[in-house]
């Protein structure tokens, strides 16, 4: 046994195998046909390298060194196994030629290497969002397996006992396993028609660290990061795929006002609020770079992610908030509603409507989604219209609503917020 | 986090002689690695300091001095922003670069000010709603 890593040293190691993780347990399910096994290979080869590199030092290449270790442990593995299924002696004997292939240096080789790993981790991407798990698995499982996050670090971001986490991704890889959810990358209409679980599994990423739904937080920006990773990794990995670029447009443009986003004791502050200034002007670009591809790989229409950058990017072009182009916002929304019919996107609509025609008009439109069974409990209807209220000058409705929402807000600093303008109405400011 | 991670200048960059054809292949390859990897956000390559100036600041004065300058081994070639978890995280994506230069060289990371600090310009009135969306957002709302 050798002697544990120092603090350094394990520092280098957490860096590298954040790094290599996901291409290695990307290739490692292709190779062995299953994400619970290939992960437990992955961490087998991790713990031998925490007892190995602090003698020998970390090699050149860890990435590989990590793999071929796996591959060992994989063959070790099918070979001892009681049961010697001709699919695992295939298996294990593919992975002996591999190795004895050993790692080239031809460029070609180098090339179609690299293209295998990006396929590799495509795959991962759409197993992990595999329809079959429920929502809160595939957020555990891509950030664990494809965010390189730990259990515990997943737990924390969620306000979810770390139990509970590991709960859910162990069930999870048992359920890709039990449903034999092939390892590949969907074509064709069947890729159109996986690819928003996706996206929305990686937008609930960022939505949960752009506003928290609970807890003492309004934003955690690391779980932005996270996000905004992943969609660029998606980019990448799908560059003719419109609705992803339109993705990695909205967290880049929406990332850009992070900072702007919370007042100095973590409290929020809003869009029309913000110090512009202080918007970072290089996620804007990119933002936009983003939503000019998305935009151009678009056919008949823009997706339902671009046309919400593309909103996301009215307001970045904005350089004071009374230059914002509050009715090619409200044209967005009118495509984006009627691509969704979806009451909260209404609602969206109604503030845009008020906004560029006056509160009267916005007003009319949100007393129309008072009934919509799917905003029943949902804070933002009765913030939406007190605020409407309020400037039609009838303070006393504005009032009873803001504090009907302050009952329903998620966190505490929003709620907070929503008392706050209550008692500025009640005071007379 | 956010790295700013700098290429520094050589002799033979300084003199504007440009990178051979296999350091360019070698160099797109580890951008593209950088970029499927997520990590890279920006990036550019800087001409010879000959083609820069400085401006001098002293109480009320400026002078501008022309380049080219002299401390070579100080001055930035081109640099990299990355984006990364870690210190660690970013220098183990630095060792995997391709010497930048055909002689030795020097790469040098630093950790980008992330603005904390806000100041006192936050007002508490409010005069549009901030909303939370779940399913889809609105921009309006929040």
């Given at each position: 046994m050798s002697a544990p890593a120092s603090g350094d040293l394990q520092r280098t190691i957490d860096a590298v195998w954040r790094i290599e993780a996901p291409r290695l347990i990307a290739g490692l399910t292709r190779m062995v046909r299953d994400v619970g096994l290939a992960e437990d290979l992955a961490q087998d080869a991790l713990v031998v390298a925490l007892e190995s590199w602090p003698q020998s030092?970390?090699?050149?290449n860890p990435g590989a060194w990590l793999m071929a270790t796996a591959k060992h442990r994989a063959i070790d593995l099918f070979r001892r196994g009681?049961?010697?299924q001709d699919k695992q002696q295939q298996i294990a004997h593919r992975l002996e030629q591999d190795l004895a292939a050993?790692?080239?240096?031809?460029p070609t080789a180098e090339a179609a290497a690299a293209a295998q790993v990006g396929d590799d981790l495509l795959g991962l991407v759409f197993m992990c969002c595999h329809?079959?798990?429920?929502i809160e698995a595939r957020v555990a499982l891509t950030l664990r397996?494809?965010?390189?996050?730990t259990t515990d670090e997943i737990a924390r971001a969620f306000l979810t006992p770390r139990a509970t986490v590991q709960q859910r991704i162990v069930r999870a890889k048992r359920t890709l396993s039990a449903a034999r959810v092939p390892f590949e990358v969907p074509a064709g209409d069947e890729l159109a028609e996986r690819l928003p679980a996706v996206l929305g599994v990686i937008y609930l990423v960022f939505n949960e660290g752009y506003a928290?739904?609970?807890?003492?937080?309004?934003?955690?920006p690391e779980l932005c990061e996270d996000a905004l990773r992943l969609g660029r990794i998606l980019a990448e990995l799908m560059p003719r795929e419109a609705e992803v670029h339109g993705l990695a447009a909205l967290m880049e443009l929406q990332a850009s006002r992070l900072r702007a986003r919370?007042?100095?004791?973590g409290a929020p502050v809003l869009l029309l609020d913000q110090?512009?200034?202080?918007?970072d002007l290089l996620l804007i670009g990119r933002g936009l770079k983003a939503l000019d591809r998305a935009e151009a790989l678009s056919r008949g229409g823009l997706g339902p992610y671009t046309l919400q950058a593309a909103i996301a990017a009215c307001h970045a072009r904005?350089?004071?908030?009374?230059?914002?182009?509050w009715e090619r916002i409200v044209a967005l929304y009118d495509g984006l509603a009627a691509l969704t019919g979806s009451p909260v996107v209404e609602l969206n609509r109604a503030v845009a409507v008020a906004m560029a025609f006056g509160p009267a008009a916005g007003l009319e439109l949100v007393d129309a989604l008072a009934d919509a069974p799917e905003l029943?409990?949902?804070?933002?209807l009765p913030s939406v219209r007190a605020d409407l209220l309020a400037r039609l000058g009838r303070r006393e409705e504005a009032y009873a609503e803001l504090t009907r929402a302050a009952g329903l807000a998620g966190n505490e600093p929003e709620r907070r917020l929503l008392l706050e303008r209550a008692a500025g109405l009640a005071g007379g400011g | 986090m956010r790295f700013m991670v700098m290429v520094k200048a050589t002799p033979d960059s300084e003199a504007g002689t440009l990178p051979s054809e296999e350091m360019l292949a070698a160099m797109g390859r580890y951008n593209e690695e950088l970029a499927k990897a997520g990590v890279m956000v920006a990036g550019e390559g800087l001409h010879s300091s000959a083609r820069g100036a400085r401006v001098q600041f002293s109480g009320a004065s400026r002078t501008v001095v022309d380049g080219p300058f002299a401390e070579t081994k100080e001055l930035v070639a081109g640099y990299w922003m990355f984006q990364c978890k870690s210190l660690e995280e970013c220098i183990e994506w630095v060792k995997r670069c391709?010497?930048?230069?055909?002689t030795d060289s020097e790469i040098e990371i630093r950790q980008v000010f992330e603005?904390?600090?806000?100041?006192?310009?936050?007002?508490?009135?409010?005069?549009e709603q901030e909303e939370r969306i779940r399913a889809q957002i609105g921009d309006e709302a929040r």
């Open positions: 030092g970390v090699p050149d009681e049961t010697l050993g790692a080239s240096s031809d329809p079959v798990l429920a397996l494809l965010g390189g996050l928290a739904s609970a807890g003492e937080d309004w934003t955690r919370r007042g100095p004791d110090d512009r200034s202080r918007w904005a350089r004071v908030p009374e230059l914002t182009d029943a409990g949902y804070h933002l | 391709p010497n930048p230069m055909p603005a904390e600090d806000f100041g006192d310009e936050f007002t508490p009135e409010l005069r």
